[in-house]
């Protein structure tokens, strides 16, 4: 694979190596895109195509939010997936009750942590401590392997931060997550925090973290996370979520492998068609030059690059081959005389060196006039005329 990944020697005195696992989301914070509408059937089929991805854990939903998101749940649990299904949970009676009632066997269980989220809803420190605790008793109790997820954790106090998650495990919890619900931390303090994190759990509890992208950082933060000692990376397909979303999976997975050698499941070459279902299903598009998935990351307009096509290293960061994408020249404002020639030969169109130039000139002036690219069948109509 590493022949494919062209980042030259730059990298190298930072690559961690080893492996981290991958816990997908999108079924439950993607679907918190403004928006977004997915039905239990759509849920599965979103299921098999995260499993087919190589995703190891996938959150089918939490439960107790509809008979919609119930029914999910139950599908996706019973449908024979490799991947292990999770559910997610408040630490409340009711909603752990539900995990037990569906026989999920692993969940998250989420309660908000910080002296912001704690005074919004008017619950005291030590109340939610032992709301915690309790959650995470029922749960080993009745063989739920939980992780708890401390809501806002970036933005809790220190010592109640550590206080929580060192009880959180003492009561039963099997993982922890640290959580960046508003995008808010450096990668440096994401890095910091998971570090202290998997000091005081101990070894035996496996660490995630779980960050949103709001200051366009969720991939660095995840990096940081992985660097820290992070075991488990939580994200979604496409990077969709609340406000800015959450970290891509795809760029997570891309950024780790070819930056600094850190493997995971996650299978690239099906991770352009597993992002453009997941579009077609939720009813949103992506910016075209979104790494990994991107419509234009291997379509060439400018005739300065045209002049290089024929030698991808030159051009491109990796190999169109690793995200099984189509490399191709587009024709339009920013075309050259290569562009044409280029062009030219992939229609199978006989134009002569010297018809170039003027070829180029039309391609440009109907590049500008139309503010876009000009079609193949556009082209061939100009060569013909």
Known sequence: MSELIWTGTLN???????????????????????????????????????????????????????????????????AGLQAQVWGFSRAVPADLEALVELGVPASVIESPISDLKLNAIGV????????ITNAMRFAAEHGIHAAFFGVDSTRAEPDFYERVYTSAVEAGAREV??????????????????????????????????????????????????????????????GMGERAGNANLGEVA????????????LRLDRVREV????????????????????ATLFRRESGAVASQFHDPPSIEPFSSELVHAQRAIVLGKKSGLDSIRIK????????PEERRAELLAKVKELGARKRGLVSDDEFR?????
């Open 12 to 78: 190298d005195g930072h690559r961690l190596g080893g492996s981290v696992g991958f816990y997908d989301t999108t079924l439950r914070d993607g679907e918190q895109t403004v928006g977004v509408v997915l039905d239990p059937e759509q849920k599965l089929e979103i299921a098999r195509l995260l499993d087919g991805l190589g995703i190891e854990r996938i959150e089918a939903g939490f439960p107790r939010v509809s008979e919609d998101d119930w029914r999910a749940v139950e599908l996706i649990a019973g």
């Open 124 to 131: 005291d420190r030590d109340t939610m401590l032992g709301r």
């Open 177 to 238: 997550v640290v959580v960046d619900t508003l995008g808010i931390a450096s990668p440096e303090a994401v890095e910091e925090l998971v570090g202290k994190t998997v000091e005081w759990v101990g070894p035996g509890v496996p660490v995630h973290f779980h960050g949103h992208n709001d200051f366009g950082l969720a991939t660095a933060s995840a990096v940081a996370a992985v660097r820290a000692g992070a075991t488990w990376i939580q994200g979604t397909i496409n």
């Open 254 to 265: 891309m950024t780790l492998r070819a930056l600094y050698g850190v493997e995971s499941n």
């Open 344 to 351: 030219a030969d992939e229609l199978g169109l006989d134009v």
């Open 381 to 385: 109509e100009l060569v013909a005329g």
């Open 275 to 294: 992002s453009a279902r997941v579009q077609e299903l939720s009813g949103y598009a992506l910016e075209p030059w979104k790494p990994v998935t991107g």
